[in-house]
């Protein structure tokens, strides 16, 4: 009986012990925002806001550290390799989970090797042609493309690229066959489907919004669960009789795999408060990026629903980057 109460004793005091530092008293030095594209872009911009508003409630420094290169596959990978102590983020995107799909040889595995926190914003993406093409809306395009299969051509900023992959992806849904025509970057193909020189191209709707409002460019839908506030006239893929189509293209925050969930609750707490700032918000909307803030189950049912999506339109593709 003596020796059961002592156990018990024992327990308690084990229970009501101090947390880990890590733990109980996150965070306690500065936290690094690590980001896989150059400043500027958009998930740099994104960083930024949030590393200002987090530095503001966290009492640390929160610092953003661009490290461009392979599609944000370097980013990914420091991070994934980083101490799992909640001290250094990935500031993901869509590109995290199409990458190591690109590769036979890829022994990363995102949904495995980085924990979710939180699902942060997403940019819708549009299909557009020429201000003067024939094409007015999906059902044009699709009956043509049936009619001369191969015909219409789309340009994306090069061999799987996720402007590649939503072409792709599109062709299966739709089943028709478009030709693709990459790209080294996405200006040129903007100024070659703005001249005809190729029908059509999937693009994030920020960079463009000038020209189509200009009728340089025509957008004839939105991938996007609704439509663009700023393109209400503009249907979505499901409006436009294409059902399943709506992967917007998305930013996350991600952290290695192993940091402790109250690391990650607490994170994903603080990344929702700043979201629900009015300035926060205001800056995003005004960029033309849809603010989500959805906690880490609500990411990792989009992290396996766009890996299984993707790795569709890589099979059908049949791209490889090795």
């Known amino acids: 009986m003596r020796q059961t109460l002592q156990l ?32 500027g872009s958009t998930a740099d911009l994104i960083a930024r806001a949030l590393g200002t508003r987090l530095t503001s409630q966290l009492g640390q420094p929160v610092i953003v550290e661009n490290r461009a ?22 500031v993901s995107t869509t590109a995290n989970v199409i990458n190591p799909l690109l590769s036979t040889n890829s022994k ?10 939180a699902l942060l914003a997403e940019n819708p993406v549009v299909l557009i042609a020429p ?18 299969p191969g015909t219409l051509t789309f340009a994306s900023s090069g061999n799987g690229t996720f402007t590649h992959l939503y072409g792709e992806l599109f062709n299966l849904l739709a089943g028709i066959k478009l030709t693709h025509v990459p790209y080294k970057g996405s200006t040129q193909a903007m100024t070659d489907v703005m001249a005809s020189v190729v029908d059509l191209s999937f693009t994030p709707a920020t960079p463009v919004m000038g020209q189509i409002k200009a009728a340089k460019l025509k957008a004839l839908a939105v991938i996007g669960r609704q439509r663009m506030a700023a393109l209400p006239d503009v249907p979505t893929f499901a409006d436009a009789g294409i059902p399943g189509f ?22 994903s707490t603080e990344v929702q408060r700043a979201f629900a700032s009015p300035e926060m918000r205001s800056l995003l909307v005004g ?9 880490p189950a609500q990411f990792a049912d989009l992290i396996g629903r766009e890996t299984r999506q993707w790795a569709q339109a890589v099979k059908s593709s049949g791209v490889k980057l090795d």
């Open 8 to 39: 018990l004793a024992l327990a308690c005091c084990t229970m009501l012990a101090p947390m880990p530092a890590a733990w109980g008293a996150f965070p306690e030095q500065a936290i690094k925002l690590v980001v896989g594209f150059p400043a």
């Open 69 to 90: 290169g392979a599609g944000s596959s370097i980013a990914a990978d420091a991070v994934a390799k980083a101490p799992p102590d909640g001290y250094t983020l990935l």
């Open 108 to 117: 990363f595995d995102f949904g495995r090797d980085l924990a979710p926190i």
């Open 131 to 148: 201000g003067n093409s024939p094409l007015v809306n999906v059902a044009s395009l699709v009956a043509a493309a049936k009619a001369a």
């Open 246 to 267: 709506d992967s917007a293209l998305w930013f996350g925050l991600n952290a290695p795999a192993g940091t402790p969930k109250a690391v990650i609750d607490r994170l």
């Open 287 to 295: 960029q033309g990026i849809d603010p989500v803030a959805a906690g």
